[in-house]
């Protein structure tokens, strides 16, 4: 990398760290923490207030995206950011869960990941790209963890409200990265079909990898509506989570940059693309046949897989959508993305709900691994040629 790429790499990969911290410190302890709000007591409820936030990301995500193609990724990327933050302070002073929903909701509006991941395409090559991506994926997951280890710490000192007040901070930090660190964009080509969905929607390689990342997001929700359960039913107590969550995490980050990124150096792509996904089935059935008598280090163990799974295709899918999109439609591709990515998290948080009050951890296990297998039947097909340009 260049210094410049360099320098672009790391400041959106910030932005996204410093955006995702504040999304993860709720996500582990938001289920328990919200049942003890007003409304808390409906699992259906609460699980629509830890999923809002996907569905006005869903609604959001290709009009900005197209927004950022012409009128630039920086505008957009900090008035999402200020749009986030003031969800934020909402989610904070929700006095019941009715306001959590709203609160969620606002957060969800700021829908700029489109634009970033776009920007980031703008100011890198083909050579690096992957690499870049791949950075911003590792930071994803490396707050991921330690949202896990200080989730339940602080949410025993300051309660849900004070994690979203963190939250709105963080995306204040988020709004100065982009100010003053970002580079200057380039300017974007001037093209009568800068932008165009039609492109977009009749590629089949995006659309597989638009069904992927709806998938791999609604099981990420709807596992958080059964896996801190299963925890407590091994013994290990709420705020000890972190001692199962971020082994796990370290684990599979260890396993995927050892080894998964230097098959796919090697041209098996494809092997540890559709691979990570059979994975994530697999652990599906077995947390499923682990509710009959809960082991710690079984669970544990499900975990790491699980994440070695999810940051394989949470690094991966990115770069591959703006590889295979063109330059001038790459936010409108990164949009119609993380439109699906969006309704994945708010499918897995508002349909878990209903599921884990319906049928319990039971359904929500074997309801995550029927979508895990309807996206590997979906992915087998998608052409050697795409996955090679990845």
Known sequence: MTPEERRASGALASIYALRMLGLFLVLPVFALQASHYPGGDDPALIGLAMGIYGLTQAVLQVPLGMASDR????????????????GSAVAAWAPSVQWLVIGRALQGAGAISAAVTALLADLTRDAVRTKSMAL????????????????PVL????????????TALLALAGMAVVAWVVPT???LPALPSRGSLRAVLSNPDLLRADVGVFVLHAVQIALWMAVPALLVQTGLDNAAHWKVYLPAMVGSLLIMGGVLFRLERKGYFRAVYLGAIALMLLVQIGLFFSLQAPSLGVVAALMCLYFVGFNTQEAGQPSLVSRVAAPHQRGAALGVYNTLMSLGIFVGGSVGGLISKTWGAPGIFLGC??????WLLVAWPMRPSALARH
């Open 136 to 151: 911003v994926g590792i930071s994803i997951a490396l707050m991921f963890a330690l949202s896990l280890v200080l989730a």
């Open 155 to 166: 949410a025993a000192r300051i309660g849900l409200s004070g994690l979203f007040v963190i």
């Open 71 to 86: 009128l630039g990724r920086k505008p957009v990327i900090l008035a999402g950011l200020a749009v986030f933050a003031i």
């Open 369 to 374: 691994a029927a979508l895990s297998l309807l």
């Open 185 to 187: 964009e380039p300017p």
